[in-house]
């Protein structure tokens, strides 16, 4: 099912997320950038019009290139919330355009949070991942395995458990896959999207009432005493190659012999795409870490005068690894740095970043926020090193110590350095 607008992805008892196709002419030179806003409904007749400006929005994010946005600290409203996105320009700051400029939601309704009750009740995320095992049975597809843990809280009231999923393109809503499922683990075959899918789960109880699956448009539970969705799964399959033999369910692209353990360290990243080139260029999370055994994390920020003393002999040692590296690469070590900013603004990290010869998490990513906290930054500058093919800690933080790639070479089985 597609919709033309704003859709419901998740929400909680404090937070929405919400999703929305594509607006205007997108490229690869230039992509696309949205303004994104919201407000709470004032009444049960609001319509998520801002008329004379008597109804203001408040910006969320002024400059985003993800379809994706998550609104934190959401109180009150017993109404819910209007949220509304537009094409950025030159006003992209500003929040009186009219309302023919923005992009509403396609229920026409506003975006409800849970009760902390709803809240309580719900079940973990399912766990998903490609089986690379099983053959899909349609050509260029994929199959993904969903499991979950059994649902304690209903005792013998439950009956099994209904499943949904959505393809994650900004446009695709929420589908039942199954309505009773009696088991706790299902294999979705026939799955082609490049851009990959998430599912989610809830019980099903014996004497359920005034639940209604329309209900599903606005919020993550179905109304009466049906216990809500869990949240969203991790993306699964979003860097999936489709099989080019017929009848082939082909392997997931991932990097070369990378855990996922380092994958997870940055789910839910935009598109599965980091900043390259000062921010002019993105690669793929399938090709960023693709044969590196040293990953590093590189937590900094442009207002931090140590940081900025740091940076320096950082991109001079990056440059010195990556030259002994292309000079033999069979007998030595390979690097990426990773750009995790604690910058304050969008523009301080852009003008930061773009000195930098390394990938970088985008700022306006709410992966960005998750990777800090990870890695338990309390100051910076802060160079966390981690084993490119296990995503095992090797070094919390080297800052302070000598940028050796000898030492760091040791750190994953002591390869020869020339």
């Given at each position: 099912?597609?919709?033309?607008?704003?859709?419901?992805?998740?929400?909680?008892?404090?937070?929405?997320?919400?999703?929305?196709?594509?607006?205007?002419?997108?490229?690869?030179?230039?992509?696309?950038?949205?303004?994104?806003?919201?407000?709470?409904?004032?009444?049960?007749?609001?319509?998520?019009?801002?008329?004379?400006?008597?109804?203001?929005?408040?910006?969320?994010?002024?400059?985003?290139?993800?379809?994706?946005?998550?609104?934190?600290?959401?109180?009150?409203?017993?109404?819910?919330?209007?949220?509304?996105?537009?094409?950025?320009?030159?006003?992209?700051?500003?929040?009186?355009?009219?309302?023919?400029?923005?992009?509403?939601?396609?229920?026409?309704?506003?975006?409800?949070?849970?009760?902390?009750?709803?809240?309580?009740?719900?079940?973990?995320?399912?766990?998903?991942?490609?089986?690379?095992?099983?053959?899909?049975?349609?050509?260029?597809?994929?199959?993904?395995?969903?499991?979950?843990?059994?649902?304690?809280?209903?005792?013998?009231?439950?009956?099994?458990?209904?499943?949904?999923?959505?393809?994650?393109?900004?446009?695709?809503?929420?589908?039942?896959?199954?309505?009773?499922?009696?088991?706790?683990?299902?294999?979705?075959?026939?799955?082609?999207?490049?851009?990959?899918?998430?599912?989610?789960?809830?019980?099903?109880?014996?004497?359920?009432?005034?639940?209604?699956?329309?209900?599903?448009?606005?919020?993550?539970?179905?109304?009466?005493?049906?216990?809500?969705?869990?949240?969203?799964?991790?993306?699964?399959?979003?860097?999936?190659?489709?099989?080019?033999?017929?009848?082939?369910?082909?392997?997931?692209?991932?990097?070369?012999?990378?855990?996922?353990?380092?994958?997870?360290?940055?789910?839910?990243?935009?598109?599965?795409?980091?900043?390259?080139?000062?921010g002019m260029e993105r690669v793929s999370?399938?090709?960023?870490?693709?044969?590196?055994?040293?990953?590093?994390?590189?937590?900094?920020?442009?207002?931090?005068?140590?940081?900025?003393?740091?940076?320096?002999?950082?991109?001079?040692?990056?440059?010195?690894?990556?030259?002994?590296?292309?000079?033999?690469?069979?007998?030595?070590?390979?690097?990426?740095?990773?750009?995790?900013?604690?910058?304050?603004?969008?523009?301080?990290?852009?003008?930061?970043?773009?000195?930098?010869?390394?990938?970088?998490?985008?700022?306006?990513?709410?992966?960005?926020?998750?990777?800090?906290?990870?890695?338990?930054?309390?100051?910076?500058?802060?160079?966390?090193?981690?084993?490119?093919?296990?995503?095992?800690?090797?070094?919390?933080?080297?800052?302070?110590?000598?940028?050796d790639l000898a030492r760091f070479s040791?750190?994953?089985?002591?390869?020869?350095?020339?």
């Amino acid at each position: 099912m597609n919709n033309e607008g704003i859709i419901l992805v998740d929400a909680d008892d404090e937070s929405i997320t919400v999703t929305w196709p594509p607006i205007g002419k997108v490229s690869a030179s230039s992509p696309a950038r949205y303004s994104i806003q919201f407000r709470p409904s004032t009444s049960a007749t609001d319509n998520g019009i801002d008329s004379g400006a008597s109804l203001m929005y408040t910006s969320l994010l002024t400059d985003s290139t993800s379809t994706t946005a998550r609104k934190k600290n959401l109180t009150g409203a017993g109404h819910g919330f209007w949220f509304r996105v537009s094409a950025a320009t030159k006003s992209k700051t500003r929040v009186d355009k009219t309302s023919m400029e923005y992009v509403g939601h396609a229920c026409r309704r506003p975006f409800t949070v849970l009760t902390m009750m709803e809240q309580s009740r719900r079940m973990k995320p399912p766990s998903c991942k490609v089986d690379q095992t099983i053959a899909s049975p349609t050509p260029n597809s994929y199959v993904a395995h969903v499991s979950w843990k059994t649902y304690e809280d209903g005792g013998d009231e439950v009956l099994g458990y209904k499943l949904q999923m959505r393809e994650n393109d900004g446009a695709s809503a929420w589908t039942t896959v199954a309505p009773l499922l009696s088991g706790t683990e299902v294999k979705k075959k026939n799955l082609t999207s490049s851009k990959g899918y998430m599912f989610r789960v809830r019980p099903v109880l014996r004497g359920e009432t005034g639940g209604r699956e329309t209900n599903l448009e606005t919020s993550v539970c179905e109304g009466g005493n049906v216990v809500p969705f869990s949240c969203a799964s991790d993306l699964v399959g979003g860097a999936a190659k489709k099989s080019s033999g017929g009848g082939g369910g082909g392997s997931a692209s991932r990097p070369n012999g990378a855990s996922d353990d380092l994958l997870n360290v940055f789910k839910k990243l935009p598109k599965d795409e980091l900043l390259a080139r000062g921010g002019m260029e993105r690669v793929s999370l399938a090709s960023a870490f693709d044969g590196v055994d040293l990953v590093m994390l590189y937590a900094s920020a442009h207002w931090c005068p140590p940081c900025r003393k740091y940076t320096p002999e950082l991109i001079q040692f990056y440059k010195d690894a990556k030259r002994v590296h292309k000079n033999d690469p069979k007998r030595t070590t390979s690097i990426e740095i990773v750009f995790v900013s604690a910058d304050h603004d969008v523009n301080g990290f852009r003008n930061y970043y773009s000195s930098m010869p390394w990938l970088a998490v985008p700022y306006d990513a709410e992966t960005r926020e998750r990777v800090l906290s990870w890695m338990k930054v309390t100051g910076v500058p802060k160079l966390m090193v981690l084993d490119g093919k296990t995503g095992k800690i090797l070094e919390s933080n080297s800052v302070g110590r000598t940028l050796d790639l000898a030492r760091f070479s040791k750190m994953v089985g002591g390869m020869k350095m020339i």
